[in-house]
């Protein structure tokens, strides 16, 4: 299953960007989708997640109230709106679907992966 995520780029501090990632609609629409960032030198983390139908979000802690996950499910498509983006926000951004419907924060709860999208953020 292929994903494909966009939106990615160069953004100053306090910018904004917003990051989309589609899917096969046959293994999205009843799946709980994820976002991954993984900076260099580091290791792949949780952002934010959504479940199927939207109903249930989650959020990393230093993300909340700064960035905003939704899905429209009639485009297969789920979105990142990044506000408010930092330095320590810059990295690879993955998207992911779900073995469920249910939103989860754990890396092994996602089976398909897309091939990231980079921002990077200048102070």
């Known amino acids: 299953v292929q994903l494909q995520a966009s939106g990615g780029g160069l953004v100053q501090a306090g910018g904004s960007l917003r990051l989309s990632c589609t899917a096969p609609?046959?293994?999205?629409?009843?799946?709980?989708v994820g976002w991954f960032r993984q900076a260099p030198g580091k290791e792949r983390d949780f952002v934010a997640a959504?479940?199927?139908?939207?109903?249930?979000?989650y959020y990393q802690d230093a993300v909340k109230g700064r960035f905003t996950i939704s899905r429209d499910n009639a485009k297969s498509t789920v979105y990142l709106q990044m506000n408010s983006l930092e330095p320590e926000d810059t990295a690879v951004y993955f998207c992911?679907?779900?073995?469920?419907?249910?939103?989860?924060?754990?890396?092994?709860?996602?089976?398909?992966w897309g091939r990231g999208t980079l921002v990077t953020v200048s102070s």
């Open positions: 609609k046959r293994t999205f629409s009843n799946n709980a």
């Open positions: 959504i479940s199927w139908n939207g109903g249930v979000t």
């Open positions: 992911a679907v779900g073995r469920s419907s249910y939103a989860s924060d754990n890396r092994a709860n996602y089976v398909y």
